[in-house]
Protein backbone atom coordinates (compact mmCIF):
# COMPACT_ATOMS: atom_id res chain seq x y z
CA UNK A 1 0.00 0.00 0.00
CA UNK A 2 1.42 3.39 -0.99
CA UNK A 3 -0.41 5.33 1.59
CA UNK A 4 -0.39 4.68 5.24
CA UNK A 5 -3.12 5.96 7.49
CA UNK A 6 -3.32 6.12 10.98
CA UNK A 7 -5.30 7.61 13.76
CA UNK A 8 -3.16 8.64 16.54
CA UNK A 9 -3.55 11.42 19.64
CA UNK A 10 -6.46 12.78 17.68
CA UNK A 11 -4.24 13.22 14.72
CA UNK A 12 -4.95 11.33 10.85
CA UNK A 13 -1.57 10.93 9.38
CA UNK A 14 -1.28 10.39 5.64
CA UNK A 15 1.85 8.99 4.65
CA UNK A 16 3.15 8.87 0.95
CA UNK A 17 5.44 5.56 0.59
CA UNK A 18 6.04 4.26 -2.29
CA UNK A 19 10.38 5.73 -2.55
CA UNK A 20 10.73 3.12 -4.79
CA UNK A 21 8.78 5.35 -7.28
CA UNK A 22 9.99 8.50 -5.21
CA UNK A 23 6.68 8.75 -3.84
CA UNK A 24 4.80 9.61 -6.85
CA UNK A 25 1.30 10.05 -6.87
CA UNK A 26 -0.97 7.05 -8.68
CA UNK A 27 -4.86 7.00 -9.24
CA UNK A 28 -4.97 4.84 -6.18
CA UNK A 29 -3.18 6.91 -3.92
CA UNK A 30 -5.61 9.87 -4.76
CA UNK A 31 -8.03 7.77 -4.30
CA UNK A 32 -6.51 6.81 -0.82
CA UNK A 33 -5.93 10.52 0.27
CA UNK A 34 -8.87 11.26 -0.78
CA UNK A 35 -11.13 9.23 1.12
CA UNK A 36 -8.86 9.84 4.27
CA UNK A 37 -9.49 12.84 4.31
CA UNK A 38 -13.58 12.88 4.07
CA UNK A 39 -12.79 9.97 6.94
CA UNK A 40 -11.08 12.55 9.11
CA UNK A 41 -13.69 15.02 8.18
CA UNK A 42 -16.33 12.95 9.67
CA UNK A 43 -14.44 11.73 12.29
CA UNK A 44 -15.37 13.51 15.82
CA UNK A 45 -12.30 12.16 17.09
CA UNK A 46 -10.03 13.59 15.12
CA UNK A 47 -8.63 17.04 15.61
CA UNK A 48 -6.37 17.85 12.60
CA UNK A 49 -4.86 15.80 9.34
CA UNK A 50 -0.75 15.15 8.85
CA UNK A 51 0.68 14.88 5.78
CA UNK A 52 3.93 13.58 5.67
CA UNK A 53 6.44 11.74 2.91
CA UNK A 54 9.35 9.98 3.55
CA UNK A 55 12.55 10.73 3.98
CA UNK A 56 14.34 12.72 1.55
CA UNK A 57 11.42 12.95 -1.11
CA UNK A 58 8.02 14.06 -0.05
CA UNK A 59 6.72 13.32 -3.83
CA UNK A 60 7.33 13.44 -6.87
CA UNK A 61 4.23 14.62 -7.85
CA UNK A 62 1.63 12.88 -10.48
CA UNK A 63 3.18 9.39 -11.85
CA UNK A 64 4.12 10.11 -15.36
CA UNK A 65 3.04 6.36 -16.28
CA UNK A 66 -0.23 7.87 -15.30
CA UNK A 67 -0.26 10.62 -17.08
CA UNK A 68 0.26 8.75 -20.13
CA UNK A 69 -2.07 5.45 -19.15
CA UNK A 70 -4.75 6.92 -16.94
CA UNK A 71 -5.04 10.50 -17.81
CA UNK A 72 -7.81 12.53 -16.18
CA UNK A 73 -11.10 12.79 -18.29
CA UNK A 74 -11.59 15.84 -20.29
CA UNK A 75 -14.79 18.13 -19.70
CA UNK A 76 -17.13 16.95 -17.09
CA UNK A 77 -15.87 13.86 -17.11
CA UNK A 78 -12.41 15.28 -15.43
CA UNK A 79 -14.46 16.54 -12.22
CA UNK A 80 -14.99 12.69 -11.53
CA UNK A 81 -11.21 11.30 -11.76
CA UNK A 82 -9.14 10.77 -8.81
CA UNK A 83 -6.78 13.82 -9.27
CA UNK A 84 -9.80 16.47 -8.63
CA UNK A 85 -11.70 13.75 -6.12
CA UNK A 86 -8.42 14.43 -4.12
CA UNK A 87 -8.41 18.29 -4.52
CA UNK A 88 -11.69 18.95 -3.72
CA UNK A 89 -11.28 16.79 -0.69
CA UNK A 90 -8.24 19.09 0.63
CA UNK A 91 -9.96 22.21 -0.24
CA UNK A 92 -13.02 20.62 1.90
CA UNK A 93 -11.21 19.16 4.77
CA UNK A 94 -12.66 20.54 7.76
CA UNK A 95 -10.20 20.03 10.13
CA UNK A 96 -6.83 21.28 9.68
CA UNK A 97 -4.26 20.10 7.47
CA UNK A 98 -0.65 20.27 8.91
CA UNK A 99 2.12 19.28 6.41
CA UNK A 100 5.86 17.66 7.04
CA UNK A 101 7.52 18.63 3.58
CA UNK A 102 10.14 15.51 4.28
CA UNK A 103 12.31 16.38 0.92
CA UNK A 104 11.69 17.03 -2.50
CA UNK A 105 8.16 18.22 -3.48
CA UNK A 106 7.28 18.30 -7.20
CA UNK A 107 4.71 19.62 -9.09
CA UNK A 108 1.61 18.73 -7.15
CA UNK A 109 3.85 17.82 -4.05
CA UNK A 110 3.85 21.92 -4.39
CA UNK A 111 0.39 22.92 -5.55
CA UNK A 112 -1.48 20.66 -2.87
CA UNK A 113 0.88 22.87 -0.01
CA UNK A 114 -0.83 25.80 -1.09
CA UNK A 115 -4.40 24.77 0.00
CA UNK A 116 -2.88 23.11 3.40
CA UNK A 117 -2.66 25.06 6.59
CA UNK A 118 0.15 24.75 8.47
CA UNK A 119 3.18 23.83 6.62
CA UNK A 120 6.90 22.86 7.75
CA UNK A 121 9.88 22.10 5.18
CA UNK A 122 12.62 20.00 5.35
CA UNK A 123 16.13 22.08 5.26
CA UNK A 124 16.60 19.64 2.24
CA UNK A 125 14.03 20.40 0.63
CA UNK A 126 12.99 21.20 -3.19
CA UNK A 127 9.78 22.65 -4.56
CA UNK A 128 9.32 22.76 -8.06
CA UNK A 129 6.33 23.15 -10.34
CA UNK A 130 7.85 21.94 -13.46
CA UNK A 131 4.37 21.84 -15.66
CA UNK A 132 5.82 23.58 -18.30
CA UNK A 133 8.70 21.61 -19.38
CA UNK A 134 6.69 18.61 -19.09
CA UNK A 135 4.78 20.43 -21.54
CA UNK A 136 1.93 20.74 -19.42
CA UNK A 137 0.14 23.75 -17.38
CA UNK A 138 -0.03 24.85 -13.57
CA UNK A 139 -2.47 22.90 -12.04
CA UNK A 140 -4.32 23.18 -8.50
CA UNK A 141 -5.06 26.65 -8.55
CA UNK A 142 -1.18 27.02 -8.79
CA UNK A 143 -1.85 29.81 -11.51
CA UNK A 144 -3.83 32.36 -9.21
CA UNK A 145 -2.80 31.66 -5.86
CA UNK A 146 1.12 31.45 -6.54
CA UNK A 147 1.19 34.92 -8.39
CA UNK A 148 -0.78 36.07 -5.15
CA UNK A 149 1.69 34.87 -3.35
CA UNK A 150 4.90 36.08 -4.97
CA UNK A 151 3.86 38.53 -7.19
CA UNK A 152 3.85 37.98 -11.23
CA UNK A 153 7.72 37.94 -12.01
CA UNK A 154 8.33 35.43 -9.27
CA UNK A 155 5.63 33.26 -10.13
CA UNK A 156 6.88 33.04 -13.82
CA UNK A 157 10.65 31.65 -12.45
CA UNK A 158 8.36 28.74 -10.81
CA UNK A 159 5.70 28.27 -13.10
CA UNK A 160 6.76 29.30 -16.73
CA UNK A 161 10.53 28.18 -16.35
CA UNK A 162 9.89 25.65 -13.89
CA UNK A 163 12.89 26.93 -11.38
CA UNK A 164 13.48 25.07 -8.06
CA UNK A 165 13.49 27.02 -5.29
CA UNK A 166 14.59 25.87 -1.20
CA UNK A 167 12.48 26.23 2.25
CA UNK A 168 14.07 29.46 3.02
CA UNK A 169 11.96 30.73 -0.18
CA UNK A 170 8.98 28.97 0.60
CA UNK A 171 9.07 30.37 4.07
CA UNK A 172 9.56 34.00 3.10
CA UNK A 173 6.63 34.06 0.48
CA UNK A 174 4.16 32.30 2.21
CA UNK A 175 4.28 29.09 1.08
CA UNK A 176 5.62 27.62 4.17
CA UNK A 177 5.48 28.43 7.91
CA UNK A 178 9.34 27.26 9.20
CA UNK A 179 12.19 25.32 8.12
CA UNK A 180 13.10 21.98 10.34
CA UNK A 181 16.24 19.71 10.33
CA UNK A 182 15.31 16.59 7.73
CA UNK A 183 15.27 14.69 11.19
CA UNK A 184 12.79 16.92 12.87
CA UNK A 185 10.16 17.95 10.73
CA UNK A 186 7.66 14.87 11.29
CA UNK A 187 8.10 15.32 14.62
CA UNK A 188 7.18 19.32 14.55
CA UNK A 189 4.61 19.05 12.50
CA UNK A 190 3.01 16.03 14.58
CA UNK A 191 3.44 18.22 17.56
CA UNK A 192 1.45 21.22 15.67
CA UNK A 193 -0.90 19.43 14.57
CA UNK A 194 -1.39 17.87 18.24
CA UNK A 195 -1.86 21.23 19.84
CA UNK A 196 -5.40 21.52 18.35
CA UNK A 197 -6.07 18.89 20.69
CA UNK A 198 -6.53 21.38 23.31
CA UNK A 199 -8.12 23.70 21.21
CA UNK A 200 -12.11 24.51 20.37
CA UNK A 201 -12.57 21.92 17.54
CA UNK A 202 -15.56 24.14 16.47
CA UNK A 203 -14.17 27.44 16.42
CA UNK A 204 -11.33 26.31 14.76
CA UNK A 205 -13.72 24.54 12.45
CA UNK A 206 -15.49 27.84 11.69
CA UNK A 207 -12.12 29.88 11.58
CA UNK A 208 -10.79 27.84 9.16
CA UNK A 209 -14.22 28.33 6.87
CA UNK A 210 -13.99 31.76 6.86
CA UNK A 211 -10.71 32.12 6.40
CA UNK A 212 -10.75 29.94 2.97
CA UNK A 213 -13.94 31.25 2.13
CA UNK A 214 -13.38 34.66 0.62
CA UNK A 215 -11.10 33.04 -2.10
CA UNK A 216 -12.74 29.52 -2.74
CA UNK A 217 -14.98 30.05 -5.72
CA UNK A 218 -12.04 31.85 -7.04
CA UNK A 219 -9.96 28.82 -6.63
CA UNK A 220 -12.59 26.16 -7.71
CA UNK A 221 -13.31 28.17 -11.37
CA UNK A 222 -9.01 28.04 -11.78
CA UNK A 223 -8.85 24.81 -11.11
CA UNK A 224 -11.75 23.54 -13.02
CA UNK A 225 -10.12 25.90 -15.94
CA UNK A 226 -6.39 24.93 -15.44
CA UNK A 227 -7.89 21.33 -15.75
CA UNK A 228 -9.59 21.29 -18.72
CA UNK A 229 -6.54 22.99 -20.27
CA UNK A 230 -4.49 20.30 -18.36
CA UNK A 231 -6.59 16.86 -19.87
CA UNK A 232 -5.66 18.39 -23.02
CA UNK A 233 -2.44 18.82 -23.21
CA UNK A 234 -1.92 15.71 -21.64
CA UNK A 235 -2.82 14.17 -24.92
CA UNK A 236 -0.72 17.04 -26.66
CA UNK A 237 2.96 16.06 -28.67
CA UNK A 238 5.03 18.36 -26.78
CA UNK A 239 3.86 16.68 -23.62
CA UNK A 240 4.34 13.24 -25.21
CA UNK A 241 7.43 13.91 -26.05
CA UNK A 242 8.25 15.06 -21.96
CA UNK A 243 7.13 11.86 -20.88
CA UNK A 244 8.92 9.61 -23.66
CA UNK A 245 12.21 12.20 -22.57
CA UNK A 246 11.21 10.96 -19.19
CA UNK A 247 11.46 7.18 -19.25
CA UNK A 248 14.13 7.14 -21.95
CA UNK A 249 16.49 9.43 -18.93
CA UNK A 250 17.12 11.93 -21.75
CA UNK A 251 15.97 15.76 -22.06
CA UNK A 252 13.10 16.36 -24.09
CA UNK A 253 13.89 18.33 -27.61
CA UNK A 254 10.91 20.95 -28.16
CA UNK A 255 12.60 22.17 -31.55
CA UNK A 256 10.33 21.10 -33.89
CA UNK A 257 7.23 22.68 -31.94
CA UNK A 258 5.78 26.28 -32.81
N1 LIG B 1 6.28 9.26 -12.09
C1 LIG B 1 6.64 7.98 -12.36
N2 LIG B 1 7.81 7.47 -11.97
C2 LIG B 1 8.64 8.28 -11.30
C3 LIG B 1 8.33 9.61 -10.99
C4 LIG B 1 7.07 10.09 -11.42
N3 LIG B 1 6.66 11.33 -11.15
N4 LIG B 1 9.36 10.16 -10.32
C5 LIG B 1 10.29 9.20 -10.20
N5 LIG B 1 9.88 8.06 -10.79
C6 LIG B 1 10.57 6.78 -10.88
C7 LIG B 1 11.68 6.81 -11.91
O1 LIG B 1 11.17 6.55 -13.21
C8 LIG B 1 12.57 5.71 -11.40
O2 LIG B 1 11.98 4.48 -11.75
P1 LIG B 1 12.94 3.23 -12.17
O3 LIG B 1 13.77 2.96 -10.95
O4 LIG B 1 11.96 2.16 -12.49
O5 LIG B 1 13.76 3.73 -13.35
C9 LIG B 1 12.42 5.82 -9.88
O6 LIG B 1 11.22 6.53 -9.64
C10 LIG B 1 13.56 6.60 -9.23
O7 LIG B 1 13.61 7.88 -9.86
P2 LIG B 1 15.00 8.51 -10.40
O8 LIG B 1 14.66 9.55 -11.41
O9 LIG B 1 15.93 7.43 -10.82
O10 LIG B 1 15.54 9.17 -9.04
P3 LIG B 1 16.44 10.47 -8.88
O11 LIG B 1 16.82 10.51 -7.44
O12 LIG B 1 17.53 10.50 -9.92
O13 LIG B 1 15.47 11.71 -9.19
C11 LIG B 1 13.42 12.93 -9.06
C12 LIG B 1 14.35 11.91 -8.39
C13 LIG B 1 12.14 12.98 -8.23
C14 LIG B 1 14.10 14.31 -9.09
C15 LIG B 1 13.14 12.50 -10.52
O14 LIG B 1 12.70 11.15 -10.48
C16 LIG B 1 12.07 13.30 -11.23
O15 LIG B 1 12.35 14.39 -11.72
N6 LIG B 1 10.86 12.73 -11.34
C17 LIG B 1 9.79 13.30 -12.13
C18 LIG B 1 9.15 14.47 -11.46
C19 LIG B 1 8.05 15.04 -12.31
O16 LIG B 1 8.29 15.61 -13.35
N7 LIG B 1 6.81 14.83 -11.87
C20 LIG B 1 5.62 15.26 -12.53
C21 LIG B 1 5.16 16.54 -11.95
S1 LIG B 1 3.76 17.19 -12.80
New binding site residues.
Given amino acids: MSIRTAILDGVATIEIARPE ?2 N ?1 LTVAMYEAMAEALHAASADGAVRAVLITGQPGIFT ?6 DFVSRPPGQGSDSADSPVFRFMRALLDCEKPVVVAVTG ?1 A ?2 IGTTMLLHCDLVYVSDEARLVM ?2 VG ?1 G ?1 VPEFASSLVVPQLMGHAKAAEKLLLGDPFGPDEAVACGIANAVLPAGEVVAHARRVAERFNALPPGAVREAKQLMRAPHREAVLKAIRTEGEIFSRRLRSPEAIEAFQA ?1 FQKRRPDFSRFQ
Fill in positions: KKASGNDIEAIGPFLLF
